[in-house]
């Protein structure tokens, strides 16, 4: 296939660094490659390929001109290439291979297309996978990607409102599993509810989180699917109940006892006739022993390659002060070599809201990482939210320059003014959105520009100073929607 590639003058070395021996290049009448226009195409195709015998064009992908006539002039397809011209390079290859699009940029295409690839393997791997246990039909252990267990702490003491909203916004999330934590002071009519509540709330896998043999009695009599957990102190109470419910459960070891412990404990469960077991060796926190415990979940894995393993990370993304997305991958990577088969999470504390969806990712990634024996990068799945794969061309300093100032002046909008908020996204399906408000008009939208339209067409400003101060404020919303984070107009971000 034939390529041509349309820019500006600006951008004209950029591009041909980028394009290699891939593709031809054509400079257009423009400084800024994105106000290429069809007259302007075609005009410096006329100019530079007199002969012009090209299979596809790609133009800039923030060119917003229709170039439907251009290609029934020329006979050629003429598509949005990528919006940075040092993505070229990474889209080109594909040319041969699939339809670009008039609408969407050729990088965000080929994203989407490289994610949905990912995924489709993913679900193929867990298809054929063989694992030693299934609960409620979820394959856990073996060769099946790591599931994510969400916790909701002392879901037993949440009204029933608050639970269910709890339970969907982790699903939602992206949670494989739900476990339900029992206060120490829950009675069997809280443990029974809880769980009523789950099971109203989601089809997924439910477990309980307690020793308590008699919460745990009352939870199998409900149909929990898994119980979290044994121990020396419950295993001859409710072992022989647990073994004729086939319930999995998640074995311990005793409090601060180790792997010799844990095995004891194994023995006895199996003993009393459990079968399907989970082993939890136990991960402690940064500056508390991680590192010994990390050697103590290896050696229990070569010593038991065929149990599944239980792996708390909420340990450790809630005791440090750290962003959780690099902290998760890093321990789903490590849970990857450990034979984990569950990580866990409360996701409770601020700062670690998204480690379901971060943990999901990253399970995914590591299944992915395992199957093609390479390091997880370039997948089509990642958790790089603030940094960047591949930096854009920044600008120079010219020589004569204006130094900016912040005005010392401040004048209010003789129309009023706009308060503006955030509401999150309750149920982790990007629903959130940006509320601005201003005297009894209310406008809701999920980006800045959408919602600084909709003030500019209903003319609600009048100065320029205040209409830049909004564009400044509700991108300052947005970024904070899309990151998890919390908004307050005025105050830095």
């Known amino acids: 296939m034939k390529i041509l590639i349309a820019t500006g003058i600006l951008a004209e ?13 054509l400079v257009a009448d423009t400084k800024i490659a ?43 397809k003429v598509r949005l290439g990528p919006k940075h011209a040092y993505d070229l390079g990474f889209v080109l290859p594909f040319a041969d291979s699939m339809e670009f699009s008039s609408e969407v940029p050729a990088c965000e295409l080929l994203a989407d297309v490289r994610r949905a690839m990912a995924l489709e393997k993913v679900q193929e791997l867990e298809d054929t ?39 969907r916004s982790f699903e939602a999330k992206g949670a494989d599993m739900i476990d339900l934590g029992a206060s120490l002071h829950a009675t069997p009519d809280d443990v029974r509810r809880a769980i009523e509540v789950a099971r109203c709330a989601t089809a997924l896998p439910v477990s309980i989180d307690t020793l308590d043999p008699v919460l745990i009695r009352e939870a199998l009599k409900c149909g929990i699917d898994m119980v979290l957990s044994l121990d020396s102190s419950n295993i001859a109470l409710i072992g022989q109940d647990l073994a004729a419910s086939g319930v999995a459960a998640v074995v311990i070891p005793d409090q601060g006892e180790g792997s010799v412990s844990l095995m004891k404990n194994i023995e006895l469960a199996r003993a009393a006739g459990l079968e399907n077991l989970i082993a939890d060796p136990v991960l402690d926190p940064i500056g508390h022993g991680i590192a010994e415990s990390i050697v103590r979940y290896m050696d229990f894995h070569k010593m038991n390659p065929h149990v599944p393993v239980f792996f708390g990370t909420g340990n450790v993304t809630e005791l ?20 984990a088969s569950i990580l866990f999470t409360p996701e409770y504390s601020n700062k670690t809201q998204g480690s379901i969806d971060e943990l999901k990712k990253a399970s995914l990634m590591m299944l992915l990482s395992h199957e093609r024996r390479s390091s997880p990068k370039d997948l089509g799945i990642d958790l790089i939210e603030i940094k960047e794969k591949r930096r854009r061309q920044d600008g120079s300093l010219p020589r004569d320059f204006v130094r900016a100032e912040k005005s010392k002046m401040w004048t209010q909008d003789p129309k009023g ?51 830049a101060y909004l564009g400044q404020e509700l991108k300052k919303a947005e970024l904070a929607l899309k990151l998890g984070r919390s908004y307050a107009q005025d105050d830095d971000f």
């Not at 290429?36 to 133009?59: G, M, N, W």
């Open 417 to 467: 003014s706009i308060r503006i908020s955030i509401i999150p996204d309750i149920y982790g399906k990007k629903e959130g959105c940006i509320l601005a408000e201003h005297d009894s008009t209310s406008i809701a939208g999920r980006t800045a520009r959408e919602v600084m339209d909709t003030i500019l067409d209903m003319d609600l400003v009048s100065r320029m100073g205040h209409a």
């Open 34 to 76: 994105a106000f290429i226009t069809p007259r302007k195409l075609l005009t410096a195709i006329e100019e530079q390929f007199p002969s012009f015998d090209h299979d596809l064009i790609f133009v800039p992908g923030l060119v917003s001109g229709n170039f439907g006539k251009a290609e029934k002039e020329l006979g050629c």
């Open 320 to 339: 440090i002060d750290a962003d959780s997305a690099g902290v998760n991958a890093t321990l789903c990577g490590i849970g990857a070599d450990l034979g």
């Open 13 to 25: 070395q950029t591009v041909r660094n980028a394009a290699g021996d891939l593709a031809d290049v």
């Open 129 to 167: 996978a063989m694992a030693p246990i299934e609960i409620k039909g979820m394959k856990i252990g073996g060769g099946s990607r790591m599931k994510v267990l969400a916790e909701v702490v002392d879901a037993t003491g949440l009204d029933t409102e608050s639970l269910a909203l709890k339970i």
